[in-house]
Every structure is written in structure tokens, then in C-alpha cells.
T-cell receptor, first 115, second 116 residues
């Protein structure tokens, strides 16, 4: 059981570069989301998806794009990296939206540094 | 607006002591869910418990217990006879249903240090 797989685990970017954080889950979950975790703060929702082809913005969506072409994959794209995007990023999935009967499963996290 | 407050930024205790992590929440909904997650030094997030607003029964799981009190909007977490492996950051989170799209609102976390 792979669960939720995030790659890469660590990444250093220069300001202005673009990159894609990959997230894949093998549990056939409909609901997937991306969070960022900053020091001294709880996780904040960037984007989420309630199923293939459907995405929506969370609390802090600026500077990020997502797409959901398959149930399994939910990549997060940084269009033009900025130092303010230095953070730890978590992908999560669950069978039902948070607040339903299922817990959320999280990936291992991606530690991103933008210099 | 919904909010989760974990006032204790960091707690340090000696192994085998009991420790309680506080969580206070704000919500206008009558239907909501509360969660605790553990983040060990390795960084992953581990689900501990989910509680819905209609179930005020306290829960015990081994050395872990949770006290849910709607009257004080609190959902506190107690570790009995703490162990070094309990050292982690613990997050409390709130989800409202259905109007907020079930977004999880997270507290800032409490870093728990268990000294041998």
C-alpha cells in the first residue's frame, strides 16, 4: 500500500523558476488537496479537488495552479517561484471530504526553498 | 468565522508524566468535526482522532484520551505516562459541514518534548 506519494521530498528553486510538485494516491479517493505549512502556523489550504476534472481554490491559492485529469494524480504547479513560497507542502487525500466518515491521508511532504 | 487556538506553543515534560494539550475552537455551525493529528520529527502527519459535534463522549485509546466539551468549545488531548516517542508537534483541526466545503482549519500546533 503506497498511500499518498509526494515527489520530490526536497527542492531548491531560484526566484522566477517554475516547477511541479507531484502527488499520487492509490486508494481511489475522490477528494485531494494541497496544503502549505509555515513555521508557527497550522496548515493552510492552497487548492483542492472533489474529483477528476474539478478543482477549486482554498485559502492561499495565489501563485499556484492545479489540475486533476485522473483520480490518482493531483499535481501542484508553481508558475514563478517567490521566496514567500518557501514552505513545506503536503498533499492529502480522502474518500469523502473532510468532515465525512474517512480520515485524511497525507503524503510525506515536500520541503521547498526559494532563493 | 471558524478558528482553532492551541495556546501552548511548546510543552516540555519528563518521561512518564501526564500531559494535556489544549485546543479551543470557534464555529457558528452546529454540525462540525474536530481532529487531532501528530507530526513526528520525521515530518509526516498522522491521524489520531475525529470527533463530530453530536458526540460529546470522551475517548480513550491506550495512553491517549480526549475530552470534548461543547460548553467551553474545547477538545483537549491528554497523554498519560508520556514516552519519548510521543515527542512531536500535535495539531488540532476543525471542519465545518457542509457550507465550508469541509475545509480543515488548523491550529498552529503544540510542540511536545518528552525528556528521558
Amino acid at each position: 500500500n503506497a498511500g499518498v506519494t509526494q515527489t520530490p521530498k526536497f527542492q531548491v528553486l531560484k526566484t522566477g523558476q517554475s516547477m511541479t510538485l507531484q502527488c499520487a494516491q492509490d486508494m481511489n479517493h475522490e477528494y485531494m488537496s494541497w496544503y502549505r505549512q509555515d513555521p508557527g502556523m497550522g496548515l493552510r489550504l492552497i487548492h483542492y479537488s472533489v474529483g477528476a476534472g474539478i478543482t477549486d481554490q482554498g485559502e492561499v491559492p495565489n501563485g499556484y495552479n492545479v489540475s486533476r485529469s485522473t483520480t490518482e494524480d493531483f499535481p501542484l504547479r508553481l508558475l514563478s517561484a517567490a521566496p514567500s513560497q518557501t514552505s513545506v507542502y503536503f498533499c492529502a487525500s480522502s474518500y469523502t471530504p473532510f468532515g465525512g466518515k474517512e480520515e485524511a491521508f497525507f503524503g510525506q511532504g515536500t520541503r521547498l526553498t526559494v532563493v | 468565522a471558524q478558528k482553532v487556538t492551541q495556546a501552548q506553543t511548546e510543552i516540555s515534560v519528563v518521561e512518564k508524566e501526564d500531559v494535556t494539550l489544549d485546543c479551543v475552537y470557534e464555529t457558528r455551525d452546529t454540525t462540525y468535526y474536530l481532529f487531532w493529528y501528530k507530526q513526528p520529527p520525521s515530518g509526516e502527519l498522522v491521524f489520531l482522532i475525529r470527533r463530530n459535534s453530536f458526540d460529546e463522549q470522551n475517548e480513550i485509546s491506550g495512553r491517549y484520551s480526549w475530552n470534548f466539551q461543547k460548553s467551553t468549545s474545547s477538545f483537549n488531548f491528554t497523554i498519560t505516562a508520556s514516552q519519548v516517542v510521543d515527542s512531536a508537534v500535535y495539531f488540532c483541526a476543525l471542519s465545518e459541514a457542509p457550507g465550508s466545503n469541509y475545509q480543515l482549519i488548523w491550529g498552529a500546533g503544540t510542540k511536545l518534548i518528552i525528556k528521558p
